[in-house]
């Protein structure tokens, strides 16, 4: 799903028998929040996983929203964040999205969907598998210091997040961002995955491991 006025992607990875794994929700919480439902209706999902690739507004806007209105229905729900990405979350977090958006100059975007962030109920590193589904986190640092990349269904496709996308890959003029930081996570993680995995951004259109990897050979 595209959220939010910048055509933030979501991903609802719904399996049979497991926990129902929603990725980024940076906007849009109520219309979220009905897709959601509807999925864990028609999975039979006991329970939901919020995981968050990395901590910029326009991905995590929608979490404490979308969290209300499961717990309103009765259905659990654990939260997860990149453990280099824990200052976007909690007290610090309005503080460390203002550098972002100041530095980009984009604080009317930051005014107008702020929405306090709260901690995480677990912080996640390089390697750490979702406990119950079949998600594994990659370490992608470079658009943040914890950007992450999720590896599921089997490992044939890739929620990128901000790190690689069709044609480009994550900006890097933000205080905590690292452009040979960014190439590297793309060249030495991702670019080893069998070409045929299919990578979902955070933004944009999907692509595959072997259609990107030549910008970086």
């Known amino acids: 799903m595209s959220v939010g006025p910048i055509g933030e992607n979501v ?12 990725v980024d929700p940076g906007a849009e919480p109520e ?7 509807a999925a864990v209706e028609r ?31 009765g259905i659990p729900v654990r939260t997860y964040a990149p453990e280099a990405d824990r200052d976007y979350f909690g007290a610090r977090a309005r503080e460390t999205n203002e550098r972002v958006f100041s530095g980009i100059g984009a ?7 702020w929405v306090p962030i709260p901690e995480a109920d677990e912080y ?27 590896l599921v269904e089997g490992g044939s496709s890739l ?9 480009g890959r994550g900006r890097t003029d933000n205080f905590d961002s690292d ?18 995995v299919r990578v979902w951004p955070g933004h944009g259109e999907p692509t595959t491991i072997g259609r990107e990897k030549r910008y970086y050979s």
């Open 11 to 22: 991903y609802i990875v719904e399996n049979p028998g497991t926990p129902l794994f929603v």
């Open 159 to 167: 929620l990128a997040g901000d790190t690689l996308f069709r044609d």
């Open 179 to 196: 452009e040979a930081a960014i190439v590297h996570s793309i060249r030495e993680r991702l670019c080893l995955l069998h070409d045929a």
């Open 107 to 113: 604080m009317g975007f930051l005014r107008k969907q």
């Open 43 to 73: 999975s039979g999902a006991d329970r939901v996983a919020v995981a968050l690739t990395h901590g910029h507004l326009d991905h995590v806007a929608a979490m404490p929203g979308l969290v209300a209105a499961l717990a309103a229905a």
């Open 124 to 150: 996640y590193g390089d390697g750490f598998a979702f406990p119950g589904l079949d998600a594994v986190a990659i370490h992608t640092p470079g658009h943040t210091r914890g950007s992450s990349c999720f």
């Open 31 to 37: 219309r979220l929040a009905a897709e959601v439902l």
